[in-house]
C-alpha cells in the first residue's frame, strides 16, 4: 500500500478507535477522571501520528518510536476488548434500571481487568516466552534422518537487538542441529545501523552451517547491503538457487516484495533448476502466499511472516492475506508446508494467541 494511502488510512482508523474507547471509559466508573482520560487518549494519538508520518519521513528516535509502537498496540487491544463487552451492554439496556446499574458497573469492571489481561499475556508472551516446538516430518526417499532448526521473522532493530540474538543462538545450540534455517526478516535496519547484533550467528554451531531467505523488511531497508552483511557473518544466503546438504536439496528464493519493487524478484523455476531429482526437496520461501508461483511441487516448504497472527484478532486478517497462517499444512499427498510464528516480531511488542518460538524439525524417512 502507498504510503500516500496508508498514512491517512491509517490515521483515521486509529483516532476512530481512540474515540471510540474514550467514549466507552467516560461513560464508565471511572467518569470522574475524564481530564486524564482526555490526555492519556491525546498523548497515544500524538505519538501514533507521529510514526504513521515516519513510514515516509526520516526513522523516529529509538525512544519516540518504541512509545508510538507501544500506543498503537494500546489502542488496538483496547478497542479488541471493549467491542465484545459492548455487544454485551445492549442486552442490559433491556433490564430495570437498578439492575442496568449494577450489570454496568460489573461491565466496567469486566473491560478494565480484561484489558490489563490482555496486555499482560501479550507483553509475557512477546518478550519472556520464546518456545521450542518440536516437528517429527516424515520425507519420501530421505536416506538417512536430519536434524534441522528454523528460526525466522526475528526482526533485530528497534527492540530486539544482539543479547536476545545471543539468546537464540545459545536455545539453538542446544538442540545441536545438522543446519539452521532463516526463513527472512532476519532484521530491521540496515546494514550500517546492525553494528555487531548479529555476531552472536557466527557462534552457532551445526554440521552444515546456517541457510537463509530474505523476507520483506530485507527490502525495506537496503536489500543489498543486508545480503553482504549476512554472507559477511557466514550466512549462505540462498538466492533464487539450491544446494546439496546431506541427503536434500535445500533451495530458496527471494521474497515477493521484490516483484512490487522490481528488483530481486522471486524465481521459483531458477531456484528448481538444478536441483538433484534423486534427492527430496525442503524449499525456503518467506510468505506462503508466495507458492501459489510454484510450478513444481516439493517435499516440504518452510515459511514464515504471519508471526501466528501475534495479537488475536488481528490474525483473522492474516489469515485472510496469507491463507496459511501456523504450523504444519498437508498441501498434497506428496507436498507439506511448515510456517512458523517466528522468532522475534514486529510492531507492537505484545503476542495473543501465538508464541515466539525456535523450530526443531526433526526430517525422517518414509
Request: charged share 15%; with cysteine; hydrophobic share 45%.
Amino acid at each position: 500500500m502507498s504510503p500516500y494511502i496508508f498514512i491517512p488510512l491509517s490515521t483515521i482508523i486509529f483516532f476512530g478507535m481512540n474515540l471510540y474507547s474514550y467514549w466507552w471509559f467516560k461513560n464508565s466508573l471511572i467518569s470522574k477522571f475524564k481530564w486524564i482520560l482526555r490526555i492519556f487518549f491525546i498523548t497515544i494519538f500524538i505519538f501514533e501520528i507521529a510514526y504513521f508520518i515516519a513510514i515516509k519521513s526520516a526513522p523516529l528516535p529509538q525512544p519516540i518510536y518504541q512509545i508510538s509502537i507501544i500506543s498503537i498496540g494500546i489502542s488496538f487491544m483496547l478497542f479488541c476488548t471493549i467491542l465484545p463487552f459492548h455487544l454485551v451492554l445492549y442486552f442490559i439496556k433491556k433490564l430495570k434500571k437498578n439492575s442496568q446499574k449494577i450489570a454496568k458497573f460489573i461491565l466496567d469492571i469486566c473491560v478494565i481487568l480484561g484489558f490489563a489481561l490482555y496486555i499482560i499475556i501479550g507483553a509475557y508472551n512477546a518478550n519472556f516466552n520464546t518456545i521450542i516446538t518440536e516437528y517429527n516430518v516424515k520425507i519420501k526417499n530421505l536416506k538417512n534422518p536430519m536434524n534441522l532448526v528454523v528460526i525466522s521473522d526475528v526482526h533485530i532493530g528497534e527492540f530486539f537487538q544482539k543479547d536476545y540474538m545471543k539468546s537464540l543462538v545459545d536455545k539453538i545450540n542446544l538442540l545441536n542441529p545438522d543446519a539452521l534455517l532463516i526463513v527472512g526478516d532476519l532484521v530491521d535496519l540496515n546494514s550500517d545501523e546492525l553494528g555487531d547484533f548479529l555476531d552472536p550467528l557466527k557462534d552457532v554451531k551445526s554440521r552444515f552451517g546456517t541457510f537463509m531467505v530474505v523476507g520483506n523488511h530485507e527490502y525495506y531497508h537496503g536489500i543489498e547491503g543486508l545480503i553482504d552483511k549476512f554472507k559477511s557473518i557466514g550466512i549462505k544466503v540462498l538466492e533464487n538457487e539450491s544446494v546439496v546438504i546431506a541427503d536434500i536439496n535445500l533451495a530458496g528464493v527471494y521474497d515477493m516484495a521484490g516483484i512490487k519493487m522490481d528488483k530481486f524478484k522471486p524465481d521459483f523455476t531458477k531456484a528448481m533448476s538444478d536441483i538433484d531429482p534423486n534427492l527430496p526437496t525442503i524449499l525456503l520461501t518467506h510468505q506462503p502466499r508466495s507458492l501459489s508461483y510454484l510450478q513444481n511441487s516439493v517435499d516440504l516448504a518452510i515459511s514464515g511472516h504471519t508471526h501466528g497472527g501475534q495479537i488475536f484478532p488481528f490474525s483473522i486478517l492474516v489469515w485472510l492475506n496469507q491463507k496459511y497462517i501456523y504450523g504444519l499444512y498437508n498441501i498434497t499427498d506428496d507436498m507439506k508446508l511448515l510456517v512458523s510464528s517466528g522468532a522475534g516480531l514486529w510492531g507492537p511488542p505484545f503476542r495473543v494467541g501465538s508464541n515466539s518460538e525456535i523450530v526443531y524439525l526433526k526430517l525422517l524417512g518414509d
